[in-house]
C-alpha cells in the first residue's frame, strides 16, 4: 500500500497532513488572544508597561500567524470535498452550517484584530482598547467551537434519519449538539489555552537563559506558567470526561487506546509498552484499577474489551501511543508549573537553575506534540469510520489516482509556510528587540 497505488490511503494521509499543520495556528488562534488580553490587563491594572509590550508583541506576531491559518483552514474546506466526496454528499447539508460559521467566526476575529492594531494609543482611556479584544478572543473560541462541532458530529452522528441509504429530515442545529460535543470542545478549548501559555513560558525561558531583558521575561515566564498551570488541571479534569465518554459511547476506542483486549472488572491502566504475538504488552507500565475510574469512576467498575467488537471495526492499536504522549506530556507539564508555582511562592533556588529553565523551554513544544497526539487519537482512533456506525473510509474516499501526487505538492507547501512563518517571526521580533520596543513606549515614541 503506498500513496500512489491506493487512492483511499492517499487520501487518509494528506488529511492527516493537511490536520497536522493547521493544528499548530488553529491552536495559536485560540490561545494567542487571550493570552494578549490578560497581559494587556496586567499592564493596566498595574500600570506596568513589560506587560503592555507583551501584549504588544505578541499581538504583532499573532498577525503572521492568522494569515497561516487562513490558507490552511482554507485548504481542509477544500480537501474535505474533493478527498471525501461520498462523505460530503451524505453529510453535507449537515455539516455545511458549522463550516459556514466557522468562516464567520474567523473573519469575525480578524476584523477586531485588524482594529484592535490600528488603534493602539488612540483612546484616552486604555480600557477601551483592551474591550477590543474580546471579540478577538470570543472570535477564536467560536471558530474552534464550530470546526470541533463538525468532528463530534463524525463520532456521534445525530439530527438526520436515514431512509434509503439516503440522508434525510436533516437538522443541522440538533446535529451541532451531539453527546461528544460538550467534551471534545472543552478539551480542545483547554488544550489550546494551556499550549499557548506553555510556548509563552519556553520563549521567555530561553530569553533568560540568554541573558536577555531579564525583568521582562520573567514576568513573561511568571505569567504564562501560572495560566499553564491552572489550563493544565482543567485539561486532566476535562480528559477523565473524555475518558467516560469513551467507554461509554465509543468503547472498542478506549480499548484499543489502553490495549485492553478482555471484558474485566478492575481493570489497570496500561502505559506504554510492547505487544508481542499474544497482545500481551511487555515494559509496560500497569497502573492498577485506573482504567476501571477513568471508564466509569470506580475502581470495580467493568470495562468493555476489544474482543466485543468484529475485527474489521477495531481501531489500529497505534493509538496506544498518541494516547500514552498526551497524557504523559499533560502530566509532565502539570508536574513542572506546579514546582514553579511552589517554588516561586517558597524562593526555592532550583527555579531560576539552568537545568530547570531548559525543562520549561522543552515543555513548549512538547506542548504542541501532546496536541497533535490527541488529534492523531481522536481521528486514526474513529477508524475504520469517517461517519461512525455510517460510512467507512474506504466507502467515502476519492478514486483519483492523483491524490498521492497531491500529498507530495502540499507536504512542499507546508514546509514553506512554516519556515516562512519562522524567518518572518524571527526578523520580525530581532529588528525590534524588548530593550528597543521599551525605549519606544517610554519615550512616547510611537512611530
Known amino acids: 500500500m503506498t500513496l500512489f497505488e491506493d ?117 484616552d482611556n486604555p480600557k477601551k482598547h483592551l474591550l477590543l479584544l474580546i471579540p478577538v478572543a470570543v472570535g477564536g473560541g467560536m471558530s474552534a467551537y464550530f470546526i470541533t462541532v463538525v468532528n463530534s458530529f463524525m463520532n456521534s452522528p445525530a439530527g438526520f434519519d436515514i431512509i434509503g441509504g439516503d440522508l434525510v429530515n436533516a437538522n443541522p442545529v440538533l446535529a451541532m449538539f451531539t453527546v461528544s460535543m460538550p467534551t471534545k470542545v472543552a478539551h480542545v478549548l483547554s488544550t489550546a489555552y494551556m499550549t499557548i501559555a506553555f510556548m509563552f513560558a519556553a520563549i521567555a525561558a530561553f530569553r533568560l537563559l540568554q541573558k536577555k531583558n531579564q525583568e521582562y521575561h520573567k514576568k513573561s515566564l ?53 505487544l508481542d504475538e499474544n497482545n500481551e504488552a511487555n515494559y509496560a507500565l500497569h497502573i492498577p484499577y485506573a482504567l476501571s475510574i477513568l471508564a466509569h469512576g470506580f475502581p470495580s467498575s467493568e470495562v468493555t474489551g476489544l474482543e466485543e467488537f468484529p475485527a474489521e471495526e477495531q481501531p489500529p492499536l497505534v493509538i496506544h501511543y498518541f494516547f500514552d504522549t498526551m497524557v504523559t506530556i499533560g502530566m509532565f507539564m502539570i508536574a513542572l508549573s506546579l514546582l514553579y508555582w511552589f517554588g516561586m511562592r517558597r524562593k526555592w533556588a532550583f527555579v531560576e537553575k539552568t537545568w530547570y529553565r531548559w525543562l520549561i523551554v522543552a515543555g513548549g513544544p512538547l506542548s504542541f506534540l501532546a496536541i497533535e497526539a490527541g488529534w492523531w487519537m481522536a481521528e486514526v482512533g474513529r477508524q475504520p469510520w469517517i461517519l461512525r456506525g455510517l460510512m467507512t473510509i474506504e466507502e467515502a474516499a476519492t478514486t483519483s489516482d492523483y491524490v498521492g501526487w497531491m500529498f507530495v505538492l502540499f507536504a512542499i507547501l507546508y514546509l514553506i509556510l512554516g519556515v516562512g512563518t519562522v524567518v518572518v517571526l524571527t526578523y520580525m521580533f530581532r529588528k525590534n528587540p524588548v530593550e528597543k520596543d521599551l525605549e519606544r513606549m517610554q519615550g512616547g515614541d510611537e512611530s
Request: proline share 4%.
Open 7 to 123: 487512492p483511499a490511503y492517499a487520501s487518509r494521509m494528506l488529511t492527516l497532513l493537511t490536520l497536522s499543520f493547521h493544528i499548530i495556528y488553529a491552536t495559536i488562534g485560540v490561545g494567542v488572544p487571550l493570552m494578549i488580553m490578560i497581559a494587556q490587563w496586567i499592564g493596566i491594572k498595574n500600570n506596568d508597561n513589560h506587560y503592555l509590550l507583551m501584549a504588544r508583541r505578541w499581538a504583532k506576531g499573532f498577525v503572521v500567524t492568522v494569515a497561516v491559518g487562513v490558507v490552511t483552514g482554507t485548504i481542509i474546506g477544500l480537501q474535505l470535498s474533493l478527498l471525501w466526496p461520498s462523505f460530503m454528499e451524505l453529510a453535507g447539508n449537515i455539516i455545511a452550517m458549522p463550516l459556514f460559521m466557522e468562516v464567520f467566526a474567523f473573519f469575525f476575529e480578524a476584523i477586531f484584530l485588524g482594529i484592535y492594531l490600528y488603534t493602539w494609543d488612540r483612546f
Open 222 to 274: 511568571h505569567m504564562a506558567m501560572k495560566i499553564g498551570l491552572i489550563f493544565a488541571i482543567a485539561t486532566a479534569l476535562i480528559g477523565d470526561l473524555s475518558g467516560k465518554y469513551l467507554a461509554e459511547y465509543q468503547p472498542e476506542k478506549l480499548a484499543a487506546a489502553e490495549w485492553h483486549f478482555e471484558t474485566s472488572t478492575e481493570a489497570p491502566l496500561v502505559m506504554w509498552g510492547v
